[in-house]
């Protein structure tokens, strides 16, 4: 008992401190760079994707662990969409696909809030804070990503090339991939939103991903610049 205490102990304090936003910037970095690259099969692939979208999501719970109002609200949403996912391993449609991919958009919204919150609490701009500034960068990429797959799902052949015959996973690998190289406006040109509605989401987010770099990492960082300065003197 008392090993099992002192372990949860250790695992709570290391939830209250700032190393747990560089835990969630791994696990997302892993999610979205690392398992596609290394993993061929389309299931076993997705299921790796899931498993570390939940941790994230789950490690957004116990961040706000002290305030129950929030934790009820964000509990409901990643277990609704854990509930989805597993729903969609055994049958496919069109509704199960826009349930999880609203659910993944709100769930992934709520957990860009919690961060943001956590990065601005009281205390100095430590390099885990800015970690946790680029964890919801990425976080933006799969909401952007979600939104494309579910219009996709609606209107089928707004964006060009995105969707495949291959199956579903295909159209959810290449919506990330679309959605982060319009995050960073690198436009390959191998996908291209036609419809209006495309189109004005590919602006937004090109306009969202510039502005967060320019205004709130940029001034993370020259905070913590500041900081260290001032330390010094």
């Not at 496919?92 to 809030?113: D, E, H, K, M, P």
């Not at 976080?139 to 990503?145: D, Q, S, T």
Request: charged share 15%.
């Amino acid at each position: 008992m008392g090993l099992m205490k002192r372990l949860y102990d250790k695992f709570v304090d290391f939830w209250n401190t700032d190393r747990s936003l560089s835990a969630i910037l791994i696990s997302l970095i892993l999610c979205i760079m690392v398992v596609p690259s290394f993993t061929a099969a389309d299931v076993p692939q997705k299921m790796l994707i899931d498993i570390l979208l939940t941790l994230s999501l789950l490690a957004g719970i116990r961040i706000i662990y002290q305030d129950r109002t929030k934790i009820v609200i964000f509990t409901s949403f990643v277990m609704l969409s854990v509930l989805i996912r597993m729903v969609s391993y055994f049958t496919y449609g069109q509704f199960v696909t826009i349930l999880r991919n609203l659910a993944n958009i709100i769930s992934f919204v709520i957990l860009a809030v919690v961060l943001l919150f956590r990065i601005f609490r009281q205390g100095p701009i430590t390099w885990e804070r800015i970690q946790g500034a680029i964890a919801v960068y990425l976080l933006l990429g799969l909401i952007w990503a979600s939104l494309y797959e579910l219009l996709e799902t609606l209107l089928p052949g707004s964006i060009v090339n995105i969707s495949s015959t291959a199956g579903r996973n295909t159209l959810i690998s290449n919506a990330i991939y679309f959605s982060f190289v319009t995050l960073t406006t690198v436009g390959y040109g191998d996908f291209i939103p036609i419809h209006n509605v495309a189109r004005s989401f590919a602006i937004l987010e090109a306009l969202t991903g510039q502005l967060f770099l320019a205004i709130l990492i940029a001034r993370l960082v020259s905070m913590r610049s500041e900081s260290s300065n001032s330390r010094q003197s």
